[in-house]
């Protein structure tokens, strides 16, 4: 009777333990370690799937402003449309005008996810439709072309000290000039 009552014993001590640790995990989670942008920068450009890849730059993109740099660098070097993709719509959310001659640039990439990514960041930023993502096909140079020189004649426009565009480009850019 008394080995009976000790297993019994034994049983709800150790029910008791397994719940306390469980529960102890389950109410106070580890807490995982933030990533640095140079981190995020490597992961990006790393050897893991492009699922991975374009994880990270997404993630580099949440660090905003302090994490410029390491985003445009991962724009530059990444091979991956995915992983530009999400590169170009980070600075796009930042409101980065001063990436503008890049995303310019960007609108003849090779790859059409790229180009469509770019021409919608540059309208964007612009605050105008030019309807680049109907002239966005491979075939179709000589019309993407018109709408990139008509965009980069806004941009000179609206890029202008004393306008009043000027004026919204310093307040998105935190008064910094371009």
Request: aromatic share 8%; charged share 25%; net charge positive.
């Amino acid at each position: 009777m008394c080995s009976s009552r000790s297993l019994w014993a034994v049983l709800a001590g150790l029910f008791l333990l397994v719940i306390f640790v469980y529960g102890y995990r389950w109410l106070f989670p580890p807490v995982a370690r933030a990533k640095s942008a140079d981190e995020l920068a490597a992961a990006a450009l790393g050897d893991g799937s492009v699922k991975d890849r374009q994880y990270a730059a997404v993630k580099l993109g949440e660090l905003r402003k302090p994490a410029r740099q390491q985003l445009l660098q991962v724009l530059d070097q990444s091979q991956q449309p995915e992983v530009r993709v999400a590169c170009i719509q980070s600075l796009t959310e930042q409101w980065d005008y001063r990436s503008m001659p890049r995303l310019m640039d960007l609108m003849n990439d090779p790859s059409a996810a790229v180009r469509l990514q770019a021409g919608e960041a540059v309208q964007s930023l612009l605050r105008m439709d030019c309807h680049f993502n109907k002239v966005n096909g491979d075939n179709q140079q000589a019309e993407r072309q018109a709408v990139i020189k008509r965009l980069q004649s806004e941009w000179e426009k609206f890029k202008r000290p004393g306008e009043l565009s000027w004026l919204f480009i310093r307040e998105k850019l935190g008064g910094e000039d371009l």
